[in-house]
């Protein structure tokens, strides 16, 4: 059954420093999303990204989060200066529709801890 | 602003009961109600999905209710197994395709 990937699995981080956390969605998906959960706290939405769009974003997604579709298979979330706040369970999720009875599939998910 | 609450938090059972998990939202304007599994450290495994014009959806052990007006879903699993020992997240998608989440049932099945 295909599945949405992430890399890495773990990612350990300096505060103040970029990084860039990977996914490939399933393939014939269109509709592509990132949450993170800090530990012990719920699921949290941060953007979903439609078209080589930004359909929406929560206030957590400041300006110092970026998504990107470099290609047609992956999926990317940068967070460009990192803080200790910052240290979650980052997971993708892709979805073949909107609204259409179609569930949301997640990956395993990034682990990112900042020093 | 939707709002879900899940009942209980945790729960510890022995093999075999059949149990029932409930998940709560405040906005009945929802179109689908997902739930999951979450193994420890683990990802989000999708178990059902019930659009907002269905009432039930069933996979298996695992049986999915929805009732809008009452702003209220069950996971129903029965005959439990050690292997169903996991967190069990309910959520729902709105207006918008985000999913907001609850809190999450942490179920344990003893031998």
């Known amino acids: 059954e295909p599945e949405v990937t992430q890399t890495p699995s773990h990612q350990v981080t300096q505060m103040g420093q970029e990084v860039i956390l990977r996914c490939v969605p399933i393939s014939n998906h269109l509709y592509f999303y990132w949450y993170r959960q800090i530990l012990g706290q719920k699921v949290e939405f941060l953007v979903s990204?439609?078209?080589?769009?930004?359909?929406?974003k929560s206030e957590i997604f400041d300006d110092q989060f970026s998504v990107e579709r470099p290609d047609g298979s992956n999926f990317t979330l940068k967070i460009r200066s990192t803080k200790l706040e910052d240290s979650a369970m980052y997971f993708c999720?892709?979805?073949?529709?909107?609204?259409?009875?179609?569930?949301?599939?997640f990956g395993d998910g990034t682990r990112l801890s900042i020093l | 602003k939707q709002e879900v609450t899940q009942i209980p938090a945790a729960l510890s059972v022995p093999e075999g009961e059949n149990l029932v998990l409930n998940c709560s939202f405040t906005?009945?304007?929802?179109?689908?109600l997902q739930w999951f599994r979450q193994d420890p450290g683990k990802g989000l495994t999708s178990l059902l999905l019930?659009?907002?014009?269905?009432r039930e959806q069933t996979s298996g052990r695992l049986n999915a209710s929805l009732d809008k007006s009452s702003g209220r879903s069950t996971l129903y699993i029965a005959a439990s197994q050690p292997g169903d020992s996991a967190t069990y997240l309910c959520a729902g998608e709105g207006d918008t395709d985000k999913l907001i989440f609850g809190t999450g049932t942490r179920l344990q099945v003893f031998p």
């Open positions: 999720a892709s979805s073949a529709r909107r609204r259409g009875g179609q569930p949301q599939h």
């Open positions: 990204f439609y078209n080589n769009e930004i359909s929406e």
């Open positions: 906005d009945s304007a929802i179109y689908n």
């Open positions: 019930i659009q907002s014009s269905q």
